[in-house]
């Protein structure tokens, strides 16, 4: 099994940062995706930005040149630095990975954390 848990988020002001991190335990064989979801009040979970292995990161077009995500492989670690934050960036955010413990790969998710956007 694989667990993935985050820290951060919390309440911040329109134009404010914030920084997630996530870090990923147990009997990882091998992680293919690394990255952050989110879902806001009444829609769907959406990706917000990846990073798979050995390519460069994947970001939602909303958060294209706000936010930046990082991945440590030795580590099993991957942050999401969240700079000028918009109210509409509201929302509980997931790590997700797609990992194996075994020859299975998985969608493992973390218990999510809640960012507020104030305006």
């Known amino acids: 099994q694989v667990q993935l848990v985050e820290s951060g988020g919390g309440l911040v002001q329109a134009g404010g940062s914030l920084r997630l991190s996530c870090a990923a335990s147990g009997s990882i064989f091998s992680i293919k995706v690394m990255g952050w979801y989110r879902q806001a009040p009444g829609k769907q979970r959406e990706l917000v930005a990846n990073?798979?292995?050995?390519?460069?990161?994947n970001y939602a077009d909303s958060v294209k040149g706000r936010f930046t995500i990082s991945r440590d492989s030795a580590k099993n670690t991957v942050t999401l630095q969240m700079d000028n934050l918009k109210p509409e960036d509201t929302g509980v955010y997931y790590c997700?990975?797609?990992?194996?413990?075994?020859?299975?790969?998985?969608?493992?998710w973390g218990q999510g954390t809640q960012v507020t956007v104030s305006s």
């Open positions: 997700h990975a797609n990992a194996r413990a075994t020859w299975i790969w998985n969608d493992y």
């Open positions: 990073v798979p292995s050995s390519l460069n990161p």
